[in-house]
């Protein structure tokens, strides 16, 4: 998913399209895929199919890919990928914008959702937190917490229905859908390097952790 | 504060020792402090004073700091610290394994410190977050959340107040410590690079940034 317009990132260009090394991110994301996943969709805004076309003519065999246009926020977008996909098998769900995640990592959230029905990859939270209240805050204990990753793990089947039931609501990852409509949500451990590429400095990050 | 013990790194030097472009971590951060406060106390554990001391006969002009030995968890470490000091003025407390603050924050931290009696730095929760019920676990909505860092600036007599309020509990900032003896957080934005190296992947990122 591929939904991001770039506005954090101070310039024009959506961040799944900045160069990492000197090929797309979103290009090192498919890379982590392919040969694991039979089949990968790409959900991009509809106003950036051709310029993401035209990207990738510039690379040497890019992964193959479908190509579908986004909706107006993460979850329409999500299900417009999903319907591009048989009832039948696996699913998992990532952020174009994480290039970072391990090949492992990938194994891992397939071979648990086909056992669990979803695999939800989480860390610890790092940073002590607070809860807003009104205008103040007040401080919650981090350990209580889980912060959650992509790629995120499912049964088409299951994930489909789950989109059902929440017909059209807003949700921040597919985990909140699958809880919402009443599945189980299985996790698993994430990883350190797997974030999301928002700011300046996480590409910094990705490209020394690239290099 | 330099507390931790470095078993999350999986080396057995602790991770404010650890070079950074050749300098320890914990060096770089008393560079940030330089000519903005006007005392540095380090609190070590007593077991690594002599090592630090040794470690830095190797560097040319280390900031010149105060050495306190730590206590048994962070909150007693930063008492032993905060004693060290008059109870004039202001304090920042600040990790030492978060060398890639900017001046610019920690002078901001005592501006507001100055003004409102507290200043925390804080910053959006990035990743989708989930709150554990015994075996499971449940969306909870980000935006609620705030994400704390350090340097967190204080006026000492008042910190001293809330520690004293406080008398041994443990907690894992001093703006919880600051708080719950019914004073007044004030927050202001941190920075995205203002991250605290805990993991291998953390000190490439902090090596890409300090380059």
Redesign the interface.
């Given at each position: 998913v591929a939904g991001g317009h770039g506005s954090r990132m101070g310039q024009e260009l959506p961040k799944q399209f900045l160069p990492l090394n000197g090929k797309p991110i979103l290009l090192h994301t498919l890379e982590k895929f392919s040969g694991i996943a039979d089949e990968i969709v790409v959900v991009l805004p509809a106003s950036h199919i051709d310029y993401w076309k035209e990207l990738c003519f510039g690379f040497e065999n890019p992964v193959p890919h479908k190509i579908v246009a986004g909706g107006t926020s993460r979850t329409a977008s999500v299900l417009n990928g999903l319907q591009a996909l048989g009832e039948d098998g696996l699913v998992a769900v990532h952020d174009a914008v994480r290039p970072l995640v391990s090949r492992a990592l990938i194994q891992e959230v397939f071979a648990a959702a086909l056992v669990h029905g979803s695999a939800i990859p989480?860390?610890p939270?790092?940073?002590?937190?607070?809860?807003?209240r009104d205008a103040?805050?007040?401080?919650?204990?981090?350990d209580?917490?889980?912060?959650?990753?992509t790629p995120q793990g499912f049964r088409i089947s299951k994930l489909l229905e789950a989109y059902r039931i929440s017909s059209g609501a807003v949700?921040?990852?597919d985990?909140?859908v699958f809880?919402?409509a009443g599945f189980?949500?299985h996790?698993l451990p994430g990883e350190?390097?797997n974030i999301?590429i928002?700011?300046?400095?996480?590409l910094?990050?990705a490209?020394?952790?690239t290099a």
């Open positions: 989480v860390t939270v790092r940073e002590s937190l607070r809860i807003k103040v805050s007040e401080p919650v204990d981090r209580d917490y889980l912060a959650v990753q949700f921040s990852d985990a909140t809880g919402k189980a949500i996790t350190v390097a999301k928002t700011f300046r400095e996480d910094i990050f490209t020394a952790l």
